[in-house]
């Protein structure tokens, strides 16, 4: 089974003076389902085209298998790529479209067909060989466009947004599928997603990025848990961002001068902090609670709230910062706290202090 | 119909008056093919005849000005649709300030009145010729060459419109596509963008053949002495005409029908086939009715309907009838002679003055090739 792993070696990527690529490094280990999350536009597509041979670094190297692949075309590489909006030949039929790369490997018809059987046997689709691509529905054209990509028997798959033409539930499903047919494969799959929640169910390691910068390289729960940036914090899942100075830090704990009053969280990844620092506390909406925590307690207005069915989210207001709280529906009573103030309270363990820095969406 | 409003009379009234004026000349001119008067006309009817169809094809002029036509179009469209398409591949791939350049240039010999066209591909070629020291028997004097110079310049500017329009329909990520699934850019190019562009080669191909075909303008400059079918009908037509050009319209308009009726049933098949109604069509669900709609069984059945009705024409013999004809205008002649006769006689009895003879009469009586149409009072009957 292939085990090529992918080195980006600080690649940056230039169109004129616009950098899309900035300083990319890391290293995608063979066989792994290694997504790049970031918002639209921030360089996922550039930097996946440019693994697959479509175009060249600026800067750097991108090596596969320990191969510089510089000059390489893409019909070359070791790389099968799904494109955003699939690319199937529409005056092929189904099987055609699979067989295709064998077709230009000069395979015969009659192999073909049967390597493009199996293959609609594994994507749970037999018998549609026949039908022209027009005929499938979307969840099905995905499938098949998966299928073409692995005729060509590739080590690395990589995926373009390939899910976000489909509507939700589609798309839920379609998680599941391509976490399970890579598994059943054995590629290394290379997946861009604007959708954390996509990244973060299927992922091995995510890469968050943005404005061309990769913030953090890590599994989805340190992503989560243990972002490195208020960016990664911020993008990553709902949050309460509460800007502030440090005032202190003992160890792992630091306390925080916010318009709150003195507030404490752990120092990401071990940092030292200097006094008067500018600096983010980020604490989750369902890690705040009702009920005043020592040392962290804070005062908000009630602003609105929603019923979500399996929760219900408070919106709170103080001092200028919007605020956050998610109440898991236990089936209890509402709280009726309507129009009047509320007090919250969360642990220091749960809320994360991060160095000053752009957020996501602001 | 909404006969409350009346507009329905005034609608078909309308409709009537303008299929009138788009078919009446072509109705009438087919009836004047089969009319044996030397001159094209209805009336006064003579005798039903074939044989404008032979004298037609006995027209060495016209007949090597088709042979020319035909080899010059099918040149034309040989060399034009493989340009048109370089072209429109080039401007598809260039920068948009390039593209705009390249754009203008490429379409201005269509913008040039083909006249100009014409005269400049004399001088040029001829200037040409001249510099390379050849002689006035080389090719670039040679009124093929020159007709076929001349044309491609603008009708592969025709061929390229078309597959730009097309190429703006593709989409360049399958082309990405194919060369990410292990295909060289050749191979993309010919399983890929050319089945695409199929469509667009097919009408390319029959655009630049018409237009190659018909061309006039240029082409009566660029072939010298020579003759194309154009060039040579537009001398006919000055010289004088007669039913043999309506024979000539005949065909075409037969050989039109009937690519446009194939065209029909395959544009029809075609449209069943895609919206996959087969099953449910009365005449696509049948495979007896299914067979004969087919475009190819309706293009054999009208060949063959051409075939015969052309066999019958050719059987058919009209000299009894011109006969007949003939012998009843030497009668009239006769009769005509016999009264002048009576009339001199009748003059001389009476001793009248000469004066009163009119000095026309002798002069009908010549035997005419148009029957004395062209007299004033020639065609009042019983005089
Ligand atoms: N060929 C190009 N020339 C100039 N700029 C480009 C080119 N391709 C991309 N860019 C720029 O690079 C940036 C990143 O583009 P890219 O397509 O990689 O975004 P993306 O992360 O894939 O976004 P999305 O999620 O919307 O697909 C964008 O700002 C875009 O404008
Ligand atoms: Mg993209």
């Not at chain 2, 004026?21 to 093919?33: C, E, W, Y």
């Not at chain 2, 090597?64 to 048109?84: K, Q, R, Y």
């Given at each position: 089974m292939a085990t090529k792993d992918i080195v980006l070696d600080h690649v940056s990527i230039r169109f004129g003076a616009y950098t899309a690529v900035d300083n990319a490094h890391l290293v995608i280990k063979g066989g792994e389902f290694f997504s790049f999350l970031g918002p639209s536009g921030c360089g996922k597509t550039t930097l996946l085209r440019c693994i697959s041979g479509f175009s060249d670094p600026s800067e750097g190297r991108v090596l596969i298998g320990g191969q510089d692949m510089r000059g390489i075309g893409p019909n070359k590489r070791p790389t099968a790529l799904i494109f955003q909006n699939l690319a199937l030949f529409p005056l092929m039929s189904v099987a055609d479209n699979i067989a295709f790369p064998l077709e230009v490997r000069g395979i015969g018809r009659k192999e073909r067909r049967k390597r493009a059987d199996e293959l609609l046997d594994m994507i749970a689709l037999p018998g549609v060989g026949d039908k022209k691509v027009h005929e499938l529905s979307g969840g099905q054209r995905q499938r098949v466009a998966i299928a073409r990509a692995l005729a060509v028997e590739p080590d690395i798959l990589l995926l373009d947004e390939p899910l976000s033409a489909l509507d939700l539930k589609l798309r839920h499903h379609m998680r599941t599928e391509l976490r399970a047919i890579q598994q059943r494969v054995g590629l290394t799959f290379i997946y861009i997603t604007h959708d954390q929640g996509e990244a973060l169910t299927m992922s091995d390691r995510v890469a968050v990025m943005n404005a061309g910068v990769i913030e953090q390289v890590d599994p989805p729960e340190t992503i989560y848990n243990r972002p490195k940036t208020s960016f990664v914090a911020s993008f990553v899942g709902e949050t309460n961002a509460?800007?502030?100075?440090?005032?202190?830090?003992?160890?792992?704990?630091?306390?925080?001068?916010?318009?709150?009053?003195?507030?404490?969280?752990?120092?990401?990844?071990?940092?030292?902090?200097?006094?008067?620092?500018?600096?983010?506390?980020?604490?989750?909406?369902?890690?705040?609670?009702?009920?005043?925590?020592?040392?962290?307690?804070?005062?908000?207005?009630?602003?609105?709230?929603?019923?979500?069915?399996?929760?219900?989210?408070?919106?709170?207001?103080?001092?200028?910062?919007?605020?956050?709280?998610?109440?898991?529906?236990?089936?209890?009573?509402?709280?009726?706290?309507?129009?009047?103030?509320?007090?919250?309270?969360?642990?220091?363990?749960?809320?994360?202090?991060?160095?000053?820095?752009?957020?996501?969406?602001? | 119909m909404n006969r409350g409003t009346g507009g329905g009379v005034v609608?078909?009234?309308?409709?009537?008056?303008?299929?009138?004026?788009?078919?009446?000349?072509?109705?009438?001119?087919?009836?004047?093919?089969?009319?044996?008067?030397?001159?094209?006309?209805?009336?006064?009817?003579?005798?039903?005849?074939?044989?404008?169809?032979?004298?037609?094809?006995?027209?060495?002029?016209?007949?090597?000005?088709?042979?020319?036509?035909?080899?010059?179009?099918?040149?034309?469209?040989?060399?034009?649709?493989?340009?048109?398409?370089?072209?429109?591949?080039?401007?598809?791939?260039?920068?948009?300030?390039?593209?705009?350049?390249?754009?203008?240039?490429?379409?201005?010999?269509?913008?040039?009145?083909?006249?100009?066209?014409?005269?400049?591909?004399?001088?040029?070629?001829?200037a040409f010729g001249r510099s390379v020291g050849a002689d006035y028997g080389s090719i670039f004097y040679s009124g093929m060459f020159l007709t076929l110079a001349g044309q491609v310049t603008f009708i592969s500017a025709y061929a390229m419109l078309v597959f730009l329009a097309r190429l703006q329909r593709f989409d360049p990520i399958l082309t990405e596509a194919a060369l990410d699934l292990g295909a060289t850019p050749g191979q993309a190019f010919r399983k890929i963008l050319l089945p695409f562009l199929g469509p667009a080669i097919g009408s390319a191909a029959f655009l630049t053949f018409l237009a190659s075909f018909e061309n006039y303008n240029t082409t009566v400059f660029t072939i010298l002495s020579g003759n194309t079918f154009t060039t040579a009908l537009a001398s006919k037509v000055r010289h004088g005409t007669d039913p043999s050009l309506s024979a000539l319209a005949v065909i075409i308009i037969g050989i039109t029908l009937i690519g446009a009726v194939v065209h029909e049933a395959h544009m029809r098949r075609k449209e069943v086939m895609r919206t996959g109604t087969t099953a449910r069509s009365r005449i696509y669900g049948n495979p007896v009715l299914r067979t004969l709609v087919h475009p190819l069984t309706i293009f054999v059945i009208l060949l063959g309907i051409a075939g015969f009705a052309t066999y019958q024409g050719t059987q058919h013999d009209a000299g009894v009838c011109k006969q007949q004809i003939l012998d009843e205008k030497r009668a009239r002649q006769q009769e005509l002679l016999e009264e002048q006769r009576r009339k001199m006689e009748a003059q001389k009895q009476n001793q009248a003055p000469a004066s009163t003879a009119p000095a026309e009469e002798p002069v009908k009586a010549n035997p005419s090739p148009f029957g004395g149409a062209f007299k004033s009072n020639g065609l009042k009957p019983g005089e």
């Open positions: 509460i800007e502030g100075k440090v005032a202190q830090q003992t160890e792992a704990l630091v306390s925080v001068e916010t318009p709150f009053g003195r507030l404490q969280g752990r120092a990401a990844g071990g940092r030292q902090y200097k006094a008067g620092e500018d600096c983010i506390l980020f604490i989750r909406p369902e890690q705040l609670s009702l009920e005043g925590g020592t040392p962290n307690t804070l005062t908000a207005n009630w602003v609105k709230e929603e019923f979500e069915g399996n929760s219900r989210q408070l919106f709170l207001e103080a001092n200028g910062v919007q605020l956050r709280l998610t109440r898991v529906n236990l089936g209890g009573t509402p709280d009726n706290l309507s129009g009047g103030t509320v007090s919250l309270g969360f642990t220091p363990e749960q809320a994360i202090v991060l160095p000053h820095g752009a957020l996501a969406g602001a | 609608a078909t009234g309308f409709s009537l008056l303008f299929f009138t004026f788009l078919f009446g000349p072509l109705i009438i001119m087919v009836i004047t093919a089969f009319n044996s008067s030397s001159f094209p006309r209805i009336t006064p009817w003579e005798c039903f005849t074939t044989e404008w169809f032979g004298v037609l094809f006995a027209n060495d002029r016209l007949m090597s000005g088709l042979a020319n036509s035909l080899v010059i179009a099918v040149s034309v469209v040989v060399i034009a649709v493989p340009i048109g398409l370089a072209g429109a591949l080039a401007l598809s791939e260039l920068g948009p300030r390039l593209r705009a350049a390249l754009y203008t240039v490429l379409i201005t010999p269509i913008l040039i009145p083909g006249v100009v066209l014409g005269i400049s591909t004399i001088i040029f070629w001829g």
